[in-house]
């Protein structure tokens, strides 16, 4: 396994594991762009991925616009593995780095995701968009989590 930050060559592939997801899938792909990614992991943000014999597995993007998780995905098969937890730990220490801002991201509820957030420190703080669950992380909660900042 190889843990890197992306790069504009990974685009297609973080595409096809964001389009494989079975919990939190778009209802029309077309919905999030090439450039739309390319915005968020060069200009707005800062992306990583997790490859496997030069195939994307799992990526994570953090927009340091809005203060939020934009994508923490993996392909089905890679799920349980560890993968998404070290994807989320380099991307908040990233994140924590450049700024002291809360970060902010939304999940459905009632699935694996929110438990996710919420064993990896997340506090609930509200409801986001169509009734997915608002969590956030401050700096001072990651440094209880985190080893790294």
Aim: charged letters at 30%; aromatic letters at 12%.
């Amino acid at each position: 396994m190889i843990y890197r930050e992306a790069i504009a060559a990974d685009i297609k592939q973080i595409q096809i594991v964001r389009n494989a997801v079975t919990e939190n899938p778009l209802s029309n792909p077309d919905l999030i762009t090439d450039e739309d990614c390319l915005d968020f992991i060069s200009t707005r943000g800062n992306g990583w991925v997790c490859e496997i014999d030069n195939h994307i597995v799992g990526f994570s993007i953090v927009d340091l616009k809005d203060n939020n998780i934009w994508a923490l995905f993996l392909k089905p098969e890679f799920e349980k593995k560890g993968i998404g937890r070290r994807l989320h730990d380099m991307m908040l220490d990233w994140y924590f780095k450049q700024t002291k801002s809360n970060v902010w991201l939304g999940t459905s509820p009632k699935t694996r995701a929110e438990t996710f957030y919420r064993k990896a420190g997340w506090t609930e703080v509200g409801i986001h968009g169509d009734g997915e669950i608002k969590f956030e992380m401050t700096y001072e909660n990651w440094e209880k989590y985190s080893n790294i900042v």
